[in-house]
């Protein structure tokens, strides 16, 4: 993929994924297989990632060279605007435990993940990494956002300090199988993956789509994050943010039109603007990356099947599984 030198090399390494059983860190555990290195995991019941005594025990104990900051309380705008404070506080606790004790035991290297909602706003498009930090943010994710750049600010600072190899990779809107399929608290495709194959279910002549349709949002699926990933962990050592984006968007209504195709939903989709659109548009700019030599392989299209293969083999009930 990549004529690049590994300046990290990952083979015979102890690789702690923290967050394996969320969708991007199921996603990068998988691409770790290819890498000839040991990836470790932990359950919450071992270890919760927001108590610093639990996190110091245990990284002392399993003394890994490398950590990915994968865990994260995540959700879709509704989560992100209904419970700020375990947005800010539980993103803010997990990555200060984790790249502070990562420092203090001698890991030597970290990548941490945040998103591109860390963006303000309004920010020129395709937004640069340079624009964090120059003008305000969307108000209905500012918590988590807020949690995510201190976590960049967070590498930097031991970078700059102690020298420290850590780097903070930002992902657009992903999607694909593991995802949270929960009905309000998700991300906008499986919430629209979920709702569109419970009313072809059940016959309905319509269902709704939150907001107006008209914003425009950037996605990635998973395991094509998940190569960008392993990619920079072996590659990648500067400060700031690098952007992962598939580097084209599309309006949130022909997003729903596409779903109705791929899930055989043929009713109408009204809107709902008591819903909130959040940010117009953010789709990021993905030339650091790209000169890297990363690019993703997989359209939305086959995207979009394949993670609603997996919603219907993993949550739709069995008389439900009809393609
Ligand atoms: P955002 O990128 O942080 O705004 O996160 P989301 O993925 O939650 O929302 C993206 C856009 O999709 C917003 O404009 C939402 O209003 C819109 N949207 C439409 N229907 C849905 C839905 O069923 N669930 C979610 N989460 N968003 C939806």
Known sequence: MSTNIDIFPLIGKRVFVSGH???????????????????????R???????????????????????????AKVGGILANDTYPADFLYDNLMIEAN?????????VQRLMFLGSSC?????????IKEESLLTAPLEPTNEWYAIAKIAGIKLCDAYRRQYGRSYISAMPTNLYGPGDNFHPEGSHVI??????FHEAKEARAPHTTLWGTGTPR??????????????????????????????GEDMTILELAQT??????FEGEIRIDESKPDGTPRKLMDGSRIRALGWSPKTDIRSGLERAYRWFLDNHAPAEFRSV
């Open 21 to 43: 059983r969320g969708m991007v860190g199921g996603a990068v555990v998988s691409q770790l297989e290819n890498e000839n290195c040991e990836v470790l995991t932990a359950s």
């Open 45 to 71: 019941a071992e270890m919760d990632l927001r108590n610093q005594s639990e996190v110091n025990d245990w990284v002392n104990r399993e003394r890994p060279d490398a950590i990915v900051i994968a865990a």
């Open 98 to 106: 984790l790249i502070h004790v990562a420092h203090v035991a001698g």
């Open 118 to 126: 860390i963006y303000p706003k309004f920010a020129e498009q395709p």
């Open 190 to 195: 499986p919430g629209l993956i979920r709702r």
């Open 217 to 246: 949002r950037e996605f990635l699926y998973v395991d094509d994050l998940a190569e960008a990933l392993v990619m920079l962990l072996k590659q990648y050592d500067e400060p700031g943010p690098i952007n992962v984006g598939s």
């Open 259 to 264: 779903i109705a195709s791929v899930t055989g």
